[in-house]
């Protein structure tokens, strides 16, 4: 019974955390909740163990960084747009990056391969703006096969990833941001 291993487990890993609110748990617990479902099934336990299933998430969800956040998406390949895509969150976290030889930059310039658009989009995205913030971001992004990746996605089918893909060029090839504004 889910009582049984929720009173064993009052504190899930971050991991385990991230990939069950990835899946989009906390979102149908919270839509259980709010729709009052968890109330109309008539179980007891079955509406505690909602009820705490949901508390345990977020709080354990809450204590991810967003750069932990942004790091379990962009290792997943599934990326969606939120919170850890915005120039805010380059501005404050493009240092990170360069832990493990720049591992997760290479990881986020694999998924210039990708074939969903969204992923695209985002993945360009995230590599024009780590290259706008981070201290010679375009050599490392040029060095790694980066710049090239998205070239090619310049005659992308999909209009939306064009528009990303020569944004992102647009910020690799810009020497100095503080005069574009």
Same mark, same amino acid.
């Given at each position: 019974?889910? *009582?049984?291993?929720?009173?064993?487990?009052?504190?899930?890993?971050?991991?385990?955390?991230?990939?069950?609110?990835?899946?989009?748990?906390?979102?149908?617990?919270?839509?259980?909740?709010?729709? /009052?479902?968890?109330?109309?099934?008539?179980?007891?336990?079955?509406?505690?163990?909602?009820?705490?299933?949901?508390?345990?998430?977020?709080?354990?969800?809450?204590?991810?960084?967003?750069?932990?956040? !942004?790091?379990?998406?962009?290792?997943?390949?599934?990326?969606?747009?939120?919170?850890?895509? *915005? $120039?805010?969150?380059?501005?404050?976290?493009?240092?990170?990056?360069?832990? /493990?030889?720049?591992?997760?930059?290479?990881?986020?310039? /694999?998924?210039?391969?990708?074939?969903?658009?969204?992923?695209?989009?985002?993945?360009?995205?995230?590599?024009? #703006?780590?290259?706008?913030?981070?201290?010679?971001?375009?050599?490392?992004?040029? *060095?790694?096969?980066?710049?090239?990746?998205?070239?090619?996605?310049?005659?992308? $089918?999909?209009? #939306?990833?064009?528009?990303?893909?020569?944004?992102?060029?647009?910020?690799?090839?810009?020497?100095? !941001? #503080?005069?574009?504004?």
């Amino acid at each position: 019974m889910l *009582t049984y291993s929720l009173t064993l487990t009052h504190s899930l890993t971050h991991s385990l955390t991230h990939s069950l609110t990835h899946v989009g748990l906390d979102k149908l617990l919270g839509t259980i909740i709010i729709n /009052n479902a968890h109330k109309q099934a008539a179980d007891a336990d079955f509406e505690a163990d909602v009820i705490a299933l949901e508390e345990i998430l977020l709080r354990n969800y809450r204590e991810l960084s967003t750069y932990d956040r !942004w790091v379990s998406e962009v290792s997943s390949g599934a990326l969606r747009w939120g919170i850890v895509h *915005t $120039e805010k969150f380059w501005r404050e976290n493009n240092r990170f990056i360069e832990a /493990n030889d720049f591992a997760n930059l290479k990881t986020l310039i /694999n998924l210039l391969r990708a074939k969903d658009p969204t992923v695209l989009c985002i993945a360009l995205y995230d590599l024009g #703006e780590f290259t706008r913030f981070y201290p010679n971001g375009r050599l490392v992004v040029s *060095t790694l096969g980066g710049k090239d990746l998205a070239l090619e996605l310049l005659s992308h $089918e999909d209009s #939306e990833v064009q528009t990303h893909a020569l944004q992102c060029i647009s910020k690799i090839m810009v020497t100095n !941001w #503080e005069f574009m504004r």
